[in-house]
Nanobody, 123 residues
């Protein structure tokens, strides 16, 4: 089992920044691909970003490219999502997830999920 706990969400103004953290425990963190997803009210949970096990490869959904940065610190068992130039449409509950298999963008490819952290961006 892997336990994931997100933090860092909150209220930001459009154009502002937030940094989300996700602390992992239970298994060897570096064995897992880590991803961030988000779910806005009335919408399905969608992929945001993914980082490979060593942290040297990342991939983003088009809507956040150039604004969000995913990173990880395997010594601290933590993955981060730096969110800059926030927009009202970024408002959602953000979830981190861990995958034991290959790098992917589908929810089905992830084995463990955090409880989520709310991000609200005001215009």
């Amino acid at each position: 089992q892997v336990q994931l706990v997100e933090s860092g969400g909150g209220l930001a103004q459009a154009g502002g920044s937030l940094r989300l953290s996700c602390a992992a425990s239970g298994r060897t963190f570096s064995n897992y691909v880590m991803g961030w997803f988000r779910q806005a009210p009335g919408k399905e949970r969608e992929f945001v970003a993914v980082i490979n096990r060593s942290g040297d490869w990342t991939y983003y959904v088009n809507s956040v490219k150039g604004r969000f940065t995913i990173s990880r610190d395997n010594a601290k068992n933590t993955v981060y999502l730096q969110m800059n130039s926030l927009k009202p449409e970024d408002t959602a509950v953000y979830y981190c997830a861990a995958a034991a298999g290959r790098v992917g963008v589908s929810r089905a490819e992830y084995d463990y999920w955090g409880q989520g952290t709310q991000v609200t961006v005001s215009s």
